[in-house]
């Protein structure tokens, strides 16, 4: 059993900031690349920012300079620290992963947390 959970969604202004946290949890040998896509409605899922188990992270040109990855290896968690929020942020935030799991390699998604930049 394998379980990527998504929490620190929410509502706020435009201009603020959220922290995102995916913890994954059950049988896991090893993590290769962990990161996070969102959609909003109407519009199609999209890469946001990702974080390979090399070291090496990759964002959107939309979120470039305002976002972060980072991650806690021991704890199997992923973060994304969202700063100057705008409106076109506003979509359903999905945590993504693939892993070894009971020897067998697969991709994982969280159930997705709401984000909402509104005034």
């Known amino acids: 059993q394998v379980q990527l959970v998504e929490s620190g969604g929410g509502l706020v202004q435009p201009g603020g900031s959220l922290r995102l946290s995916c913890a994954a949890s059950g049988s896991i040998v090893r993590i290769y690349a962990m990161g996070w896509y969102r959609q909003a409605p109407g519009k199609q899922r999209e890469l946001v920012a990702t974080f390979t188990s090399g070291g090496s992270t990759n964002y959107a040109d939309s979120v470039k300079g305002r976002f972060t990855i980072s991650r806690d290896n021991a704890k199997n968690t992923v973060f994304l620290q969202m700063n100057s929020l705008k409106p076109e942020d506003t979509a359903v935030y999905y945590c993504?992963?693939?892993?070894?799991?009971?020897?067998?390699?697969?991709?994982?998604w969280g159930q997705g947390t709401q984000v909402t930049v509104s005034s």
């Open positions: 993504n992963a693939g892993l070894n799991s009971g020897g067998l390699y697969g991709v994982h």
